[in-house]
Nanobody, 116 residues
Framework: QVQLVESGGGLVQPGGSLRLSCAAS????????MGWYRQAPGKQRVSVAV???????NYADSVKGRFTISRDNAKNTVYLQMNSLKPEDTAVYYC??????????WGQGTQVTVSS
């Protein structure tokens, strides 16, 4: 059974930084694309960042230049480094595994709140 466990969320002031981690188990991590989604209150979940098995990355326009997704295949972990955080980045962040271009497994989510 595939499990994705996020950590690293919390409360941060505008302009601050956080690093989210997602530990994966139950499958061969390195062959799958991984990513992060977020869901703000009253809004739909949206993709934030994706990293392929080859290490290629893609970002939502709203986070380009501020967020960086990376992976450590030896640790079965994907990261999301978030810098220059804004109040509009407040959301629950979910780690996902991709299969055939679509998320097939989701983590439980971690809350990120950007507020002074």
């Amino acid at each position: 059974q595939v499990q994705l466990v996020e950590s690293g969320g919390g409360l941060v002031q505008p302009g601050g930084s956080l690093r989210l981690s997602c530990a994966a188990s139950g499958s061969i991590f390195s062959i799958y694309a991984m990513g992060w989604y977020r869901q703000a209150p009253g809004k739909q979940r949206v993709s934030v960042a994706v990293i392929t098995s080859a290490g290629n990355t893609n970002y939502a326009d709203s986070v380009k230049g501020r967020f960086t997704i990376s992976r450590d295949n030896a640790k079965n972990t994907v990261y999301l480094q978030m810098n220059s955080l804004k109040p509009e980045d407040t959301a629950v962040y979910y780690c996902v595994r991709y299969y055939n271009g679509m998320p097939d497994y989701w983590g439980q989510g971690t809350q990120v709140t950007v507020s002074s």
